[in-house]
């Protein structure tokens, strides 16, 4: 379902998500998108993410996400829990599934697609007001980041596709 509407995207895709460790089809789809002229946020959880492996895994991806064109979002406030995509102000993706290898791969989840456009601009407004309390990843103060929050994005390599 997550490719199937990745793929059918052609203006806007915005991915809010607690977990984020996608495999590297998904990182390349996202940005192949992102380069189709597709705008493509993501949200995730900022200081208060709840597993700090499942963050140093997605912290990985930052810097690929955002040279190829992605917004990454950090939300501030308290932890994001939500899982929900938005593709074009018409179809809407709600469920348990995070946008990580564990709950495509491992994990039983559940996901709804939904071509309602009330709907969709519901949740759309949601992103907006989470947006509102997030900052965005900075590619230069991003790649400017510590060799100890690199070793650490590293050492979690070995187990990404269980988290």
Not at 38 to 57: F, S, T, Y
Not at 122 to 148: Q, V
Request: proline fraction near 4%; include cysteine; hydrophobic fraction near 40%.
């Amino acid at each position: 379902l997550f490719h199937v509407v990745l793929s059918s995207a052609q203006e806007r895709i915005r991915l809010t998500t607690a977990y984020f460790a996608p495999s590297q089809d998904f990182i390349d789809l996202l940005i192949g998108q992102a380069k189709n002229g597709v705008q493509v946020q993501v949200m995730l959880p900022g200081p208060g993410a709840d597993k700090r492996v499942c963050q140093l895994a997605s912290e990985s991806t930052y810097a690929e996400l955002v040279d190829g064109g992605i917004e990454v979002w950090n939300f501030q406030p308290s932890m994001l829990h939500a899982k929900i995509m938005t593709i074009d102000e018409e179809l809407s993706v709600i469920g348990s599934s995070n946008f990580n290898r564990r709950s495509m791969d491992h994990d039983e989840e559940i996901a709804l697609a939904i071509l309602d456009r009330d709907v969709t601009a519901t949740l759309d407004l949601h992103f907006d007001d989470d947006l509102k309390r997030s900052r965005p990843i900075d590619l230069e103060r991003w790649r400017a980041r510590g060799p100890a929050q690199r070793t650490l994005e590293s050492a979690v390599q070995p187990i990404r596709r269980w988290l």
